[in-house]
């Protein structure tokens, strides 16, 4: 058996923090595995980008641990947690073409990535034909790669990405999804990845961490998600959303849905 596999990659452990005396997240406990990608996923002001600043670094916990292969980071400053992330906006320099965004990194830090492991991760996202295009020349889908691309050949010990999908349409969507993945998978690297929409955490993720008021309403695989929601609110924020959705195709498509959803199995 791998070893390496039964690390716990990520650990936070009793994690609480407040805004003005409000509480936003409080008890969250969690192990993330080496090389798994976990969604977040939950209402607007659940706390989602709050809980992955906390595990990047740029906001400090109010109590509570964070373990990153079984050493305590709570206290360790951003830049030498070694994670990495992917905003929302994709935070691109205008003034560079893709090239130079992407290999931006390495000016300083050179020894990371070798310009064969750059070249693969072009080619893997595939930017080949946009390396010497200006950032304001590219789709949001590309920008999107870009930014995917830039944050990994700095090999990130964790990748967090903050609604990496939400700018994107459907066609796009599902090649990144898809490409990022790949990644995940051909490099073994750890993906935290915020989203509000149920679909795409339960079809991209090995497992989706739903929060609510303030603190986990479930954390598990998918298909655990799909066939034993912990609770009314996994049942109507997720199932009920997705099989409203689940109709409207079938609806659309002028067939009946086949079978119900299974009945929850509510606490
Ligand atoms: N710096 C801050 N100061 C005060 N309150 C904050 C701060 N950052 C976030 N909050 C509050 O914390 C709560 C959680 O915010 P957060 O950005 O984590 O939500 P979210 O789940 O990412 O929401 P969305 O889906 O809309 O992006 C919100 O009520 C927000 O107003
Ligand atoms: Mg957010």
Do not use: W
Request: proline letters at 4%.
């Amino acid at each position: 058996m791998c070893r390496r596999k039964e690390l716990n990659m990520l650990k936070l452990e009793n994690i609480r923090k407040s805004y003005d005396n409000v509480t936003i997240l409080d008890q969250i406990n969690l192990e993330i595995e080496e090389g798994e990608i976990v969604s977040i996923l939950g209402p607007s002001g659940c706390g989602k980008t709050t809980l992955l600043n906390m595990i990047l670094g740029i906001t400090d916990a109010d109590s509570g641990k964070i373990e990153f292969q079984g050493e305590d980071l709570t206290d360790v400053p951003m830049e030498k947690r070694g994670f990495n992330i992917v905003f929302q906006d994709y935070a691109l320099f205008p003034n560079l073409n893709v090239y130079s965004n992407i290999t931006y990194g390495l000016r300083n830090k050179p020894q990371i990535s070798t310009q064969k492991e750059v070249e693969e991760l072009i080619d893997l996202l595939g930017l080949r034909e946009h390396l010497y295009k200006r950032i304001d020349q590219l789709s949001g889908g590309q920008k999107q790669r870009v930014a995917l691309a830039r944050t990994m050949v700095m090999k990130p010990r964790i990748l967090l990405l903050d609604e990496p999908l939400s700018a994107l349409d459907g066609v796009i969507k599902e090649s990144i999804k898809d490409r990022i993945k790949k990644i995940a998978r051909e490099y073994q690297l750890t993906t935290i990845i915020v989203t509000h929409d149920p679909e795409e955490a339960l079809t991209l993720s090995d497992k989706v961490l739903i929060l609510n008021k303030g603190g986990i309403a479930q954390f598990g695989t998918p298909d655990e998600i799909v066939h034993h929601p912990k609770n009314p609110f996994v049942q109507d924020f997720i199932l009920n959303q997705l099989e409203i959705k689940r109709n409207n195709i079938f609806t659309l498509f002028d067939r009946q849905p086949s079978e119900r959803m299974p009945e929850s199995v509510a606490c």
